[in-house]
């Protein structure tokens, strides 16, 4: 029996999981990147924006099963990278639809966010598109590049201050491992003075596991990246924290992905020392030389 909103979907759809209990109402199919190398969500999928009247109707219909959506997210991969009237109809629709909705959440890239003027960026949050969630994966350029992330760290950061001073909450994700074994030491340095630069309102951190079908797979197994055991993953995620300064604004930090081994949160600067002290704990308990096992979901 389907629960759900009255729509059919396009799959896969993949949401943040803070977003679990948000309406999902997809604005684009896919993802007009579509080529870090680590990422297979959507490579069935050509990417392209759903013609307005085919969101529209979606938004009429869960309004007419009575839904009364607290939060929206909007889908699929890069959602802001669509046109900006596209985004603003749909807005005006759901405002319209739903005046007591809460807030509707998107996922940005920082190329994104970069092609969009300020004062476009500020409509949007005036009409309650106020967070964003940039998957940042590193603060290094090198680990960028060869990921093929289509950003530089310098473009990650006046992204996302960009985006944070046009009234969004910024949800910052980064990804433990990426690197491989060479580029950790910088990945952890670099992704810590990221944070520490751009202050996201939320931070969070997925581990990288290699998937089968990807470019990041076949790197893997050609030794082209020696992956991080498990206990390396924690050493990463434990230095990044441990690195990063929290001056500007309260964080609210979460690793409770799938993907994580185990699930980590807190406020920072507030919890930091209880999370290292945590994390320390972890490191010497877990063996060397075991690697975690993926999740079924990935
Ligand atoms: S931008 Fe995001 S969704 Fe698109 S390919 Fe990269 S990781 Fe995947």
């Given at each position: 029996m389907y629960y759900g909103p009255p729509i059919e979907y396009d799959p896969p759809v993949f949401r943040p999981p803070?977003?679990?209990?948000s309406l999902l109402i997809q604005?684009?199919?896919?993802?007009?990147?579509?080529?870090?190398?680590?990422?297979?969500?959507?490579?069935s999928k050509t990417y392209r924006v759903r013609p307005q009247l085919d969101i529209n109707k979606d938004l009429e219909a869960c309004f007419k099963s009575g839904m009364k959506p607290d939060k929206i997210f909007l889908c699929d991969?890069?959602?802001?990278?669509?046109p900006q009237e596209v985004l603003i109809n749909t807005l005006d629709k759901i405002n319209q639809l739903w005046?007591?909705?809460r807030r509707v959440g998107i996922y940005a890239t920082a190329e994104n966010i970069l092609e969009k003027t300020e004062t476009e960026l500020k409509l949007l949050a005036s009409k309650k598109l106020n967070i964003a969630y940039l998957g940042?994966?590193?603060?290094d350029d090198k680990v960028l590049h060869m990921i093929v992330k289509g950003n530089t760290a310098s473009e990650m950061k006046e992204a996302s201050l960009k985006i944070k001073s046009c009234g969004f909450k910024l949800s910052t994700i980064a990804m433990l491992g990426?690197?491989?074994?060479?580029?950790s030491r910088q990945h952890v340095e670099n992704t810590a003075k990221m944070l520490s630069a751009t202050a996201p309102e939320f931070f969070s951190f997925l581990t990288t596991f290699s998937v089968p079908g990807t470019p990041y797979h076949k790197m893997v197994e050609r030794g082209n990246i020696e992956p991080l055991t498990s206990k390396e993953l924690l050493i990463e995620m434990h230095d990044i924290l441990e690195l990063a300064?929290?001056?500007l604004n309260p964080i609210i930090f979460r690793?409770?992905?799938?993907?994580?081994m185990h699930p980590l949160g807190g406020n920072l600067p507030r919890d930091k020392d209880v999370i290292l002290k945590t994390l320390k704990d972890w490191i010497s308990k877990t063996p060397e030389g075991v690697y975690p096992e993926a999740p079924p979901q990935m």
């Open positions: 803070s977003e679990g209990l604005v684009t199919i896919g993802c007009s990147n579509n080529k870090c190398t680590y990422c297979d969500m959507y490579r991969g890069d959602a802001l990278g669509a005046p007591d909705t940042l994966e590193s603060g990426v690197g491989g074994k060479k580029y300064s929290f001056d690793a409770n992905h799938v993907s994580n």
